[in-house]
């Protein structure tokens, strides 16, 4: 090779090295806005389905128009944080001010988005069922299931579901199936009763957590205004330790079931059943509702009270008496 040929076969590697090296700064440049963007979803949701990779997740983000950065700046930046082997199934939210970096560490943490769905107090089980599989976010495994098979698959050892279950807000992801937040229910309600039971009042007349749920499912009823709820558990508990029936309305109802159209009648109160605490003496069998925390802990802590009676005064509150001639007084006040 002659002199000039030399001369002009460095100055092209020169050309090809400068030109090289243009390109890795400009690309290092657009790597490094890539990772300090902030992405352009406004409150978007976008699921990686389980054994979905990266360029997967790289191509809906785009299909979405949340970002159009090529793939390989995402797998750069998931290499460099460590995250490309720990990405985890599930909807990930893009907020506001997302950016690449902590997208993909959202990702890598499972910090997938909850949906919430909340337990109301003075709930029954046949209508939480019903609340349960209106959530289109739950997986519906319940339909068809008889509530004996529900109470075995989440564990539970009573032979009746009314009132097992705590009155909570529960979050939960996509996927998550009506029976696990039944379950979690389930459990955090006998912790807690668990607990509230260790610390009751001494010779109350129940024999037994479950006595104590039964009594609080009957003041979660009978209560209007949550500041009574003590007061009212010290009526009913006077009531049982004096052998006196609790005659109390809720129960009556509970019994009746479906044939209750909303007006409860005499003949209601004197039709015997196992729920009938008109005609029979102590606690139904089981609770009719789903108590509160508060209703739990006003049964093991009732009110000291001298007073054996209640009636509704139209306004969510009770008057208490303690004799039958205040009681009848009462009723003819607020009721007649």
């Given at each position: 090779?002659?002199?000039?040929?030399?001369?002009?076969?460095?100055?092209?590697?020169?050309l090809?090295?400068?030109?090289?090296?243009?390109?890795?700064?400009?690309?290092?440049?657009?790597?490094q806005?890539?990772?300090?963007?902030t992405?352009?979803?406004?409150?978007?949701?976008?699921e990686?389905?389980?054994?979905?990779?990266?360029?997967?997740?790289?191509?809906?983000?785009?299909?979405?128009?949340?970002?159009?950065?090529?793939?390989?700046?995402?797998?750069?930046?998931?290499?460099?944080?460590q995250?490309?082997?720990?990405?985890?199934?599930?909807?990930?939210r893009?907020?506001?001010?997302?950016?690449?970096?902590?997208?993909?560490?959202?990702?890598?943490?499972?910090?997938?988005?909850?949906?919430r769905f909340?337990?109301?107090?003075?709930?029954?089980?046949?209508?939480?069922?019903?609340?349960?599989?209106?959530?289109?976010?739950?997986?519906?495994?319940?339909?068809?299931?008889?509530?004996?098979?529900?109470?075995t698959?989440?564990?539970?050892?009573?032979?009746?579901?009314?009132?097992?279950?705590?009155?909570?807000?529960?979050?939960?992801?996509?996927?998550?199936?009506?029976?696990?937040?039944?379950?979690?229910?389930?459990?955090?309600?006998?912790?807690?009763?668990?607990?509230?039971?260790?610390?009751?009042?001494?010779?109350?007349?129940?024999?037994?957590?479950?006595?104590?749920?039964?009594?609080?499912s009957?003041?979660?009823?009978?209560?209007?205004?949550?500041?009574?709820?003590?007061?009212?558990?010290?009526?009913?508990?006077?009531?049982?330790?004096?052998?006196?029936?609790?005659?109390?309305?809720?129960?009556?109802?509970?019994?009746?079931?479906?044939?209750?159209?909303?007006?409860?009648?005499?003949?209601?109160?004197?039709?015997?059943?196992?729920?009938?605490?008109?005609?029979?003496?102590?606690?139904?069998?089981?609770?009719?509702?789903l108590?509160?925390?508060?209703?739990?802990?006003?049964?093991?802590?009732?009110?000291?009270?001298?007073?054996?009676?209640?009636?509704?005064?139209?306004?969510?509150?009770?008057?208490?008496?303690?004799?039958?001639?205040?009681?009848?007084?009462?009723?003819?006040?607020?009721q007649?």
């Amino acid at each position: 090779m002659t002199q000039s040929g030399r001369i002009r076969w460095v100055l092209l590697l020169a050309l090809i090295a400068g030109a090289l090296s243009a390109a890795a700064i400009w690309a290092w440049r657009e790597y490094q806005r890539f990772t300090l963007a902030t992405l352009q979803g406004n409150d978007e949701v976008i699921e990686l389905k389980r054994g979905e990779s990266l360029p997967t997740f790289v191509a809906k983000l785009k299909d979405r128009g949340v970002s159009a950065a090529p793939e390989w700046q995402w797998r750069l930046l998931a290499q460099q944080m460590q995250v490309a082997q720990r990405l985890q199934a599930g909807e990930y939210r893009i907020g506001s001010n997302a950016t690449p970096r902590s997208l993909l560490q959202a990702v890598a943490d499972g910090k997938v988005v909850q949906y919430r769905f909340t337990i109301l107090e003075g709930t029954r089980f046949r209508d939480l069922r019903v609340a349960l599989a209106g959530v289109p976010e739950l997986e519906s495994t319940l339909t068809g299931l008889p509530d004996n098979d529900v109470l075995t698959r989440i564990g539970a050892t009573e032979a009746h579901p009314e009132g097992l279950f705590l009155p909570d807000t529960y979050f939960f992801p996509r996927g998550f199936s009506d029976l696990d937040l039944l379950k979690r229910a389930y459990w955090d309600q006998k912790e807690l009763l668990e607990r509230l039971w260790q610390k009751r009042q001494e010779n109350l007349p129940l024999s037994d957590p479950y006595e104590a749920l039964i009594l609080a499912s009957v003041i979660e009823k009978e209560t209007g205004k949550a500041a009574e709820r003590p007061l009212i558990a010290g009526v009913f508990v006077n009531r049982l330790r004096q052998g006196w029936r609790l005659q109390t309305d809720p129960t009556v109802i509970y019994g009746l079931g479906n044939a209750f159209d909303g007006n409860l009648r005499r003949v209601h109160l004197e039709t015997d059943t196992p729920y009938n605490t008109y005609t029979r003496f102590g606690l139904p069998p089981t609770p009719i509702a789903l108590p509160s925390p508060a209703a739990i802990e006003a049964a093991l802590q009732p009110q000291a009270t001298e007073a054996m009676y209640f009636v509704a005064k139209g306004d969510g509150s009770h008057q208490f008496s303690r004799t039958l001639e205040e009681h009848n007084r009462a009723v003819r006040e607020y009721q007649l």
